[in-house]
């Protein structure tokens, strides 16, 4: 079965971008528009890991990513912050916020396979990403 992984942003674009390269690479790809959108689909669904999109207009990632570390059934989902903010300060954001790590936009390719791997081992040890 393969790992679930949402993706949240509002950018249409970025969506199908990010979708398509992980369905490449065998992930299950979920996607939403917005933090409320995704709320609902992950009550409905839990991923595996959650990639949230910082600059929405509805709520914010750091948002997003604060209320799923506040509900049990979904504190533990590994989070990724992707940002076009650039700033030191803007990373250390979303670590607060409750992320497990923060990849600028454009993002490097290898960074996220390799960030992926590593935050879906624990939730899938010895199996197949």
């Known amino acids: ?21 992980l369905e490449i690479e065998g992930y299950e790809v979920r996607s939403a528009r917005s933090g409320e959108v995704a709320l609902r689909l992950i009550e409905q669904t839990p991923p595996d890991l959650a990639l ?4 929405m207009p509805d709520m914010e990632g750091y948002e997003l990513c604060r209320r799923l570390r506040q509900n049990p059934l979904t504190a533990g989902i590994p989070i990724v912050m992707l940002t076009a903010l650039v700033d030191e300060n803007d ?3 979303g670590i607060e916020a409750g992320a497990d790590d923060c990849l600028p936009k454009p993002f490097d390719v290898e960074m996220l396979r ?7 081992h624990d939730r899938n040890p010895g ?3």
């Open 1 to 21: 079965m393969p790992l679930r992984i949402l993706i949240v942003d509002d950018e249409a674009i970025n969506l199908k971008l990010v979708s398509r390269l």
């Open 114 to 120: 390799t960030l992926l791997a590593r935050l879906l």
């Open 91 to 93: 990373r250390l954001k």
């Open 52 to 55: 949230l999109d910082v600059m």
């Open 127 to 129: 199996g197949t990403v």
